[in-house]
Nanobody, 124 residues
Framework: HVQLVESGGGSVQAGGSLRLSCVAS????????MGWFRQAPGNEREGVAA????????FYADSVKGRFTISQDNAKTTLYLQMNSLKPEDTAVYYC??????????????????WGQGTQVTVS
């Protein structure tokens, strides 16, 4: 089993930056990929970015390309999301997620095995 704990959310003005962190603990060696998802009120949860843990390959939603950067530490147990040039439409609860067996479509929420509790990001 794996536990995920996010941190780093908060409130920021449009154009500002935030960095989210997600610490993974437990049997992390079984994980193929980790990612960030977000859910705004009234919307479905959507994929933001993901990273294949062993190859380092990254994936991004079109809406965040060029503004957000996903990365991991050398131990591959801490996931980051650097968010720059934030917009009001980025306001959402951001969730860290992890998947044991990588799939072709990185942003399918139903395929992820583990989820964090979420952290609020508000852009005004």
């Amino acid at each position: 089993h794996v536990q995920l704990v996010e941190s780093g959310g908060g409130s920021v003005q449009a154009g500002g930056s935030l960095r989210l962190s997600c610490v993974a603990s437990g049997y992390t060696s079984e994980l193929c990929s980790m990612g960030w998802f977000r859910q705004a009120p009234g919307n479905e949860r959507e994929g933001v970015a993901a990273i294949r843990r062993y190859s380092g390959t990254t994936f991004y939603a079109d809406s965040v390309k060029g503004r957000f950067t996903i990365s991991q530490d050398n131990a591959k147990t801490t996931l980051y999301l650097q968010m720059n040039s934030l917009k009001p439409e980025d306001t959402a609860v951001y969730y860290c997620a992890a998947i044991i067996q990588c799939r072709a479509n990185w942003n399918e929420t139903g395929t992820y095995n583990y989820w964090g509790q979420g952290t609020q990001v508000t852009v005004s």
